[in-house]
């Protein structure tokens, strides 16, 4: 398990996992661009490409809530 300011090595297993404490609207950026979105309490992403990925949640109402650190996924030695 990786937290906010990790950097990740890219792999075929590698899988991003946000839950938050209370449903809410679930956002996942990679590189500032909003990839997945969802009004859950959890968000499972699966095959990461390299790039810096940050979370964003807000409220059932639209109220922000919360702005994550980011974790950097890096390509392999292999050219990923």
């Known amino acids: 398990m990786h937290v906010g300011g990790a950097t990740v090595a890219a ?4 899988s991003l996992q ?3 404490p209370a449903t809410g609207r ?3 950026l990679r590189n ?4 997945h979105a ?3 309490r959890t968000m499972v992403v699966h095959e990461v ?3 810096v990925y940050c979370v964003e949640a807000a409220t059932q109402g639209g109220k922000s809530w919360l ?3 980011s974790i950097r996924v890096v390509g392999t030695a292999s050219g990923g």
């Open 11 to 14: 792999s075929p297993g590698l």
């Open 18 to 20: 946000v839950t938050v």
């Open 26 to 28: 679930i956002r996942l």
């Open 32 to 35: 500032r661009v909003e990839q």
């Open 38 to 40: 969802r009004t859950a």
């Open 49 to 51: 490409p390299p790039g």
């Open 67 to 69: 702005f994550s650190s």
